[in-house]
């Protein structure tokens, strides 16, 4: 029988004995499969297991790209940190657009409507990483 990923929940459940970060580790002989499982009770824990366990796969050999796992709570905050950063520089190139305009008024509202429209879809991308 070939082993399954070992559910976040199992972890989840272990740390109910009163761990903040819990770190699961599954070999499985025959096959020659290693399953690795993280939980932290908060982002910062999280974030911390999940290192914890990228160390553990490093030292087991296993392929780079492998060993930079990052829990989902980490990366929905990134990528909407991204977006908080893209739309201020979107804003800003708005605010700048304004006060500095070029001579060509079918240029300038060609250019603010496209900046309106990249913040628009950017709000709206936002609004579904929070969902």
Known sequence: MK?????????????????????????????????ITTYGASQKACENAARGGNVIKQLLGWPPEKCNAKP??????????????????????????????????????AKFIGLATMAKNLVDEEADVTK
Do not use: C, W
Request: a neutral charge; glycine letters at 8%.
């Open 72 to 109: 989902a709570r980490q990366r929905k905050r990134e990528k909407l940190e991204k977006k908080i950063t893209d739309k201020d520089k979107i804003l800003n190139a708005m605010v700048d657009m304004i006060t500095n305009p070029l001579g060509d008024d079918e240029l300038n509202l």
């Open 3 to 35: 082993p399954k990923p070992i559910p976040i929940s199992k972890a989840k459940e272990i740390a109910g004995t009163g761990y903040d970060e819990i770190i699961i580790f599954g070999a499985h002989y025959e096959t020659g499969i290693q399953h």
